[in-house]
């Protein structure tokens, strides 16, 4: 039974186009997590939520708009793609937004944008 | 500003073993973390340390030294399966927020 499932696995898409990228966690976990993986492998945080709560938001453009309809999902959705915004999302969660060590990750969703 | 230094890569054979370095520098400082990447793969939790001082998990380990700013993971008796990228990770503040180091890509020969 997958912990923190994430779908789709791929997409390809094209600029301008709007995605959505769904996210879910069995593990009882209070926070959740959207992390983005650059063609370098590097790791940066964008979004999390507490208890379907907005704790942290690092900056992102305002085409991202995350959505917790309740503390065991979070959601994705990206308005207007650009080049820029190929990457692989991770989606995480957390037992507890305030325990900075353990994150269980989803497998991924690679995002392609023509 | 808030960041993380590791190799980007390392090479090792079969059996031997392998330390990675990561050094940081935070305004405030809550653990460091460890997490393992295979190709294609999520990344997965190793280990944490809150305290100075060595946590033992099997063939991996982990060090902190919080006065140098300083951690390591070390592997013991290495495998092939154990080729993959490894990130050191702090807690940056109480909200959770886990700032990642680039990665170091581990490369081990037969």
């Known amino acids: 039974d997958t912990a923190v499932s994430q779908t789709p696995k791929y997409l390809v898409t094209q600029m301008g186009n709007d995605k959505s990228i769904k996210c879910e966690q069995n593990l009882g976990h209070d926070t959740m997590y959207w992390y983005k993986q650059d063609s370098k492998k590097f790791l940066k945080i964008m979004f999390s939520?507490?208890?379907?709560?907005?704790?942290i938001n690092e900056t992102v453009p305002n085409r991202f708009s995350p959505k917790s309809p309740d503390k065991a999902h979070l959601n994705l959705h990206i308005n207007s793609l650009e080049l820029g915004d190929s990457a692989v999302y991770f989606c995480a969660s957390s037992q507890a937004y305030r325990v900075a060590g353990e994150l269980f990750f989803g497998e991924g969703s690679r995002l392609t944008v023509l | 500003g808030q960041s993380l230094e590791q190799p980007s890569e390392v090479t090792a054979v079969e059996g031997a073993i392998v330390q990675i370095n990561c050094t940081y520098q935070?305004?405030?400082?809550?653990?460091l973390s460890w997490y393992q990447q295979h190709d294609g793969g999520a990344p997965t939790f190793l280990s944490y340390?809150?305290?100075?001082g060595l946590e033992e998990t099997g063939r991996f380990s982990s060090f902190l030294s919080r006065s140098d700013s300083y951690g390591y993971l070390l592997l013991q008796e290495l495998q092939m399966k154990d080729s993959a990228s490894y990130f050191c990770?702090?807690?940056?503040?109480?909200?959770?927020?886990?700032?990642f180091g680039q990665g170091t890509t581990l490369q081990v020969k037969p």
């Open positions: 990770a702090h807690g940056s503040s109480n909200t959770g927020k886990l700032i």
């Open positions: 939520y507490n208890n379907k709560e907005l704790i």
């Open positions: 935070t305004s405030g400082f809550y653990g």
């Open positions: 340390n809150a305290l100075d």
